[in-house]
């Protein structure tokens, strides 16, 4: 996979960091979204594939992206199509501080360092390229504002950035009720990106013990040592300051 283009992880994350704050908006969904955000972009190039609720690897190749072939690695070591509830509910450790990290390295934020409350050190992140931010925004306001079917990456990040919660934060108020419907409604024309979204509102809501009614594979048995995890990353929206580089842990 070039560099050359941006991941959805990263698209994601740009979305939510708050230009004013630095900070990352709905810190504790977006970190089950970035998981989510990485089984779409290994679909998009071909290395995984949807098979009812579950995820299965078909091309085991690495991508050539460190942190999702990390996550291409575990899914393969699975043995079996596991429940995207399952894999996106799983603990991740320091996957959002890894992708605030690469995206540092990249030129594309820079970390400010600072205290909370005069004492805690923390970091913040400002984005140094606020063009690459309006363009990811761009997108999504003109497949809102046209109605016109979006390409399956914008539709994903559509997908995902409802499915975090991220609506409020890029439309607010009344005045954006209409588009935050609109981005809802979205999550129709991507298949992997509605089935991942769904995987992550489902463990927000502490549904994931449960196939999704109506699944093409509800009623199968869980995988054995299959286990649901209801509870959400934890985050908090100032990152603590650190000196090197939390490394991403996927299960």
């Known amino acids: 996979m070039g560099r050359s283009r941006r991941t959805l992880p990263e698209e994601l994350l740009l979305l939510a960091l708050d ?23 290994l679909a998009l190039a071909g290395r ?14 690495p991508t050539g992206d460190p942190t999702l072939d990390c996550a291409l690695e575990l899914l393969r070591r ?19 501080q890894t992708y605030l990290s690469h995206l540092e390295r990249c030129g594309m934020v820079a970390a400010v360092p600072g205290q909370m409350c005069g004492v805690l050190p923390t970091t913040r992140y400002q984005a140094t390229d606020t063009a690459i931010s309006r363009e990811i ?7 809102i504002r046209t ?8 539709a994903a990040l559509a997908a995902l950035a409802h499915a975090v919660g991220l609506g409020k934060h890029l439309y607010p108020g009344n005045e954006g009720r209409s588009s935050r419907s609109r981005l809802r409604d979205l999550i129709r024309h991507d298949p992997m990106g509605g089935l991942v979204a769904h ?21 199968r048995q869980a ?29």
């Open 19 to 41: 230009p004013a704050t630095g900070t990352t908006a709905q810190p504790q969904s977006l970190d089950l979204g970035l998981a989510g955000a990485q089984l779409v972009e």
């Open 48 to 61: 995984i594939a949807p098979d009812g609720d579950r995820i299965a690897v078909v091309v085991p190749r």
């Open 78 to 96: 699975r043995g079996a199509p596991v429940r995207a509830v399952h894999w996106i509910g799983g603990p991740r450790l320091g996957l959002r």
């Open 137 to 143: 925004r761009a997108r999504l306001d003109s497949a």
């Open 147 to 154: 109605g016109v079917p979006p390409d399956p990456r914008t």
């Open 199 to 219: 995987a992550v509102m489902d463990v927000q809501n502490g549904a994931a013990a449960q196939p999704r009614r109506g699944s093409a594979s509800a009623g």
């Open 223 to 251: 995988a054995p040592g299959a286990r649901a995890a209801t509870e959400p990353a934890r985050g908090v929206p100032m990152q603590p300051h650190r000196g090197s580089m939390a490394r991403a842990v996927a299960h």
